[in-house]
């Protein structure tokens, strides 16, 4: 586990990075319109619940998922191969913007519970790194609970 963050690292060969940031936003956009949550934000309204609360937005919009993409414009990582050791990665990637962070840094701020950063490597590879707060990631049960309660961000 990478502290209080979940992050999922996939690494693949591609030439044209552009095409594979192009492809990322299509698919993100395909995919949140049918998981709005990913898009979410953690909102207390005591007049709604008493706990802390997924706002998602409603409807979707390309800001949106501007918002959850980041990109290592420094490059960061770019010493990073698929031969690293996944300590090394995980050490680089917390140092970077790419990790989202705990929740409570999240509640009641214009900052998403996910982050999808794409990353060029050596070698000509890219990595997609996902990074998910923990809240969220343990909520997931709580979500379809049919006792939860849904805030819209609008």
């Known amino acids: 586990a990478v502290g209080r963050t979940l992050s999922l690292i996939a690494k693949f060969r591609i030439i044209v990075f ?3 940031f192009t492809r990322l936003k299509e ?3 395909l995919i949140c ?3 709005p949550w990913l898009a979410g ?3 207390k309204n005591k007049k709604v619940h008493k706990n802390i609360l997924l706002a ?3 409807p979707l919009a390309k800001e949106d998922i501007d918002a959850l993409i980041c990109n290592d414009e420094h490059g960061a990582l770019s010493g990073i191969s698929t031969q690293t050791p996944y300590e090394v990665i995980c050490d680089e990637v ?3 913007k790419m990790v989202v962070g705990p929740g409570y840094k999240l509640v009641g701020k214009d900052l998403r519970c996910s982050k ?3 990353v060029k490597l050596s070698q000509g590879q890219v990595a997609l790194i996902v990074s998910i707060t923990h809240t969220v990631a343990d909520g997931m ?4 609970s049919p006792c939860t309660v849904a805030y819209n961000m609008t």
């Open 94 to 96: 917390l140092k970077s």
């Open 141 to 144: 049960l709580q979500l379809l």
């Open 27 to 29: 698919r993100l956009t």
């Open 56 to 58: 998602m937005p409603q």
């Open 116 to 118: 999808f950063s794409l």
């Open 41 to 43: 934000r953690l909102v």
């Open 33 to 35: 319109k049918a998981n």
């Open 18 to 20: 552009h095409h594979c």
